[in-house]
């Protein structure tokens, strides 16, 4: 139960300082420091990212090349012009 507690503490606390940086955010007039956090921002999402990839096991790697050759069998695949024409379509 306190562990609930404090985590409802915490995302609270957690909104809260999102809130305020939101406002501070907003306040800002230099580009330069708006330039930097969206740079930091999205450095730090990629290191997120890369954090939490696991390794694929070797089952499911074999797994996922049966699936795409079964796909490729049943004629499940796009060729990647017609990928590019049909993403060009929906601009």
Same mark, same amino acid.
Request: proline residues 1%; glycine residues 2%; charged residues 30%.
């Given at each position: 139960?306190?562990?609930?507690?404090?985590?409802? /503490? #915490?995302?609270?606390?957690?909104? *809260?300082? /999102?809130?305020? #940086?939101?406002?501070? #955010?907003?306040?800002?007039?230099?580009?330069?420091?708006?330039?930097?956090?969206?740079?930091?921002?999205?450095? /730090?999402?990629?290191?997120? #990212?890369?954090?939490?990839?696991?390794?694929?096991?070797?089952?499911?790697?074999?797994?996922?090349?049966?699936?795409?050759? /079964?796909?490729?069998?049943?004629?499940?695949?796009?060729?990647? *012009?017609?990928?590019?024409?049909?993403?060009?379509?929906?601009?």
């Amino acid at each position: 139960m306190d562990c609930v507690i404090l985590q409802k /503490k #915490f995302a609270m606390n957690l909104e *809260t300082r /999102k809130i305020l #940086f939101i406002q501070e #955010f907003l306040r800002l007039q230099n580009e330069e420091i708006i330039t930097g956090l969206e740079n930091l921002l999205r450095i /730090k999402k990629s290191e997120l #990212f890369d954090l939490n990839q696991k390794p694929m096991s070797i089952e499911q790697f074999n797994a996922e090349i049966d699936e795409s050759l /079964k796909d490729s069998n049943n004629g499940y695949l796009i060729k990647a *012009t017609d990928l590019q024409e049909k993403i060009q379509s929906w601009h």
